[in-house]
């Protein structure tokens, strides 16, 4: 026992208060430099990269760091320190490879077909991101024809959240009321598509799929008599099953197809005037004769169908 308080009294002899005073100085300037520079790496990285854990410090009541456990806080920040540069160099690589295959997505979005990058990937801050798709749907897939669309802007907030806002700030009229509008029209729906007198058979939609694949085996065979048949009655086809569904809804004051409706019969008396043989003018005089009475026909019948 006795040995022991010697040599505590010893090692607090050995130490002077002017000694530990600077040594705790240093410290702390140490640990105040690590603080900064930790915080330096992690506010210049996008998007900001985890910061290391902290190792956890033993269990106890408050005190004053004695100088053992200010360097062991020392090290630990120097360790975290490392850690977050090691970060942020593994980022920037991830970031820099982001923006090369950007690059190479512009000059052949072909070899990237369904490749998706957002601006975080890039390091830079907003919604917007960059996506290989094929032009026209399907007629891209089956020509090869890809293309990079950039989409921007961040998503609206929902109906729900801009309703609750506004009811907050909604106050008490003070102002004498006024009678109502009448209301507006609103954007037809497509279930209150009037229905075909077959439903729910599907037979528009079998028409033009069955039009459509007779066009593709008639472009396919087109230098025959045979392939060029197939490709007029594909064509037929698709134009019988677009013009029952805009005749449907025209006359059932459900949305207005004036223009396509009025085109048709213009289009059809102008194509057989031309395969019988009928000058040019003489063509274009019927059709556009056509034209405008089948136009004022069927704008009168929408106004009677919404009236």
Request: hydrophobic content about 45%; charged content about 20%.
């Amino acid at each position: 026992m006795r040995s022991r308080l010697a040599l505590t009294m010893f090692v607090v002899e050995s130490i002077a208060p002017a000694d530990a005073l600077a040594a705790r100085r240093s410290l702390r300037a140490q640990i105040a430099r690590l603080e900064g520079e930790l915080a330096t790496i992690l506010a210049s990285t996008y998007p900001p990269v985890a910061p290391p854990p902290a190792r956890a410090g033993a269990p106890g009541r408050p005190h004053l760091l004695d100088l053992a456990e200010l360097e062991r806080a020392r090290d630990d920040l120097a360790g975290r320190v490392t850690a977050a540069h090691h970060a942020r160099e593994r980022q920037s690589a991830r970031q820099s490879q982001a923006r090369a295959l950007l690059l190479d997505m512009l000059e052949n979005p072909l070899a990237h077909k369904g490749t998706r990058i957002r601006n975080a990937d890039l390091g830079l801050p907003g919604c917007t991101s960059y996506r290989v798709l094929p032009r026209l749907g399907p007629v891209g897939v089956l020509t090869g024809w890809w293309r990079v669309k950039v989409s921007s802007g961040c998503p609206l907030p929902s109906a729900a959240n801009v309703s609750r806002r506004n009811r907050k700030r909604r106050t008490r009229p003070t102002a004498p009321a006024v009678p109502p509008r009448p209301p507006r029209r609103t954007r037809p729906r497509l279930e209150d598509r009037p229905k075909a007198p077959w439903h729910p058979v599907p037979l528009v939609e079998i028409a033009v799929f069955v039009g459509l694949v007779l066009i593709v085996v008639g472009l396919i065979t087109s230098d025959s008599r045979r392939g060029r048949t197939l490709l007029l009655l594909g064509l037929a086809l698709g134009s019988l099953g677009g013009l029952d569904t805009t005749l449907r809804e025209h006359f059932a004051g459900h949305r207005s197809h004036t223009l396509v409706l009025a085109l048709a019969p213009a289009v059809a008396i102008a194509a057989a005037l031309a395969v019988a043989g009928a000058p040019v003018p003489l063509v274009l005089i019927v059709a556009v004769a056509v034209f405008g009475a089948a136009f004022t026909l069927l704008r009168g019948a929408w106004r009677r169908a919404t009236a």
